[in-house]
């Protein structure tokens, strides 16, 4: 198994539990329009975890693949709406959040690499 992979497994797990240590967090930069933002927050912490590890299973690597490039598409809603201004970017930087975008093409491209 490669490295990166590894790497990327623990990646997701993490992020994923950190929705459920930290779920205020998360729920305080998802757009309005999502509804029940905390069962949001919640379940994507799930599937996150759910996705890193399958990455480290050869039987469910490109189906979790998929699934992070599809989670990765959905959470350029909320890296839009934190650039909307200091009211949604919970006190990160602008630049940082700028920066997170060309960073998630990135991401996305890692994990296509084991579809």
Do not use: C
Not at 105 to 113: G, Q, R, V
């Amino acid at each position: 198994m490669n490295w990166d992979l590894i790497i990327m497994s623990i990646m997701y797990a993490f992020a994923g539990i950190m929705h459920f240590i930290k779920p205020d967090a998360y729920i305080k930069v998802m757009p309005r329009f999502f509804k029940a933002r905390k069962f949001l927050v919640l379940l994507s912490g799930g599937i996150e975890i759910a996705l890193g590890i399958g990455l480290l299973f050869q039987k469910t690597r490109s189906i979790s693949a998929i699934g992070i490039i599809l989670m990765l598409l959905v959470f350029f809603t909320v890296h839009f709406n934190m650039l909307r201004g200091d009211k949604f970017a919970a006190g990160v930087p602008k630049w940082i959040l700028i920066l997170r975008i060309p960073i998630q093409f990135i991401l996305i491209w890692w994990a296509y690499l084991y579809i």
